[in-house]
């Protein structure tokens, strides 16, 4: 038997109300606590081994960069693929320069801009931690959730971002054409 709470509870809220269901809301946690623990805990396992010790969001641009063409992208390009501030960019960038990963170098193509370049030494590094980020992924998530749910999250979460959102293997860049700058 429902409550008069509980059928309140089952509904969902509208844009005009100030506030989420409890449900929604709970909800809405759940997916706040869960990405946060997830990115903690990918990081985590990449930085584990001292052989490896990268963030999750410099393996990021070890993976964006080996999948582009020549292995370089224009800074601003990256920064729009991993979702990075261009002040953080350039501060990961350099951290990771100082270990021999990337370099900048001027663009090739017009020479103005910058552009961060995979090493062999970021490469070697990449591949060497693409088994253990794998395993974590799977671990963490594609295990618990199950092959279909996994999917079917993507499908979800792929419907809140925007439509030329750089989430494709060797995607291009978002809202690039040829007047952009980097």
């Known amino acids: 038997m429902h409550t008069m709470e509980s059928r309140d509870e089952d509904r969902a809220s509208t844009p ?10 709970t909800a809405w946690r759940s997916f706040l606590y869960a990405t946060t623990l997830l990115n903690d805990r990918l990081s985590e396992a990449l930085q584990a081994d ?17 999948e582009s063409e020549g292995h370089f992208l224009r800074m601003s390009e990256l920064a729009d693929r991993v979702v990075h501030s261009r002040s953080r960019l350039t501060h990961t960038i350099s951290r990771m320069e100082k270990r021999g990963l990337v370099e900048r170098v001027r663009c090739s ?16 590094l990449l591949e ?11 671990e963490l998530l594609l295990d618990v959730v199950g092959h279909d749910d996994f999917l079917e999250l993507g499908r979800i979460l792929g419907r809140a971002v925007p439509e030329d959102a750089p989430i494709g293997i060797g995607s291009p ?5 040829p007047d952009s700058q980097g």
Request: charged letters at 25%.
């Open 50 to 66: 001292p052989t490896i010790d990268l963030t999750l969001g410099e393996y990021e641009i070890l993976v964006r960069l080996s």
């Open 128 to 138: 060497k931690a693409a088994p253990t980020h794998v395993r974590s992924v799977r």
């Open 16 to 25: 005009e109300e100030l506030w989420l269901t409890h449900r929604e809301q």
């Open 109 to 124: 193509d017009d020479g103005r801009g910058r552009q961060a370049q995979l090493t062999e030494a970021g490469m070697t």
């Open 173 to 177: 860049p978002p809202h690039v054409g």
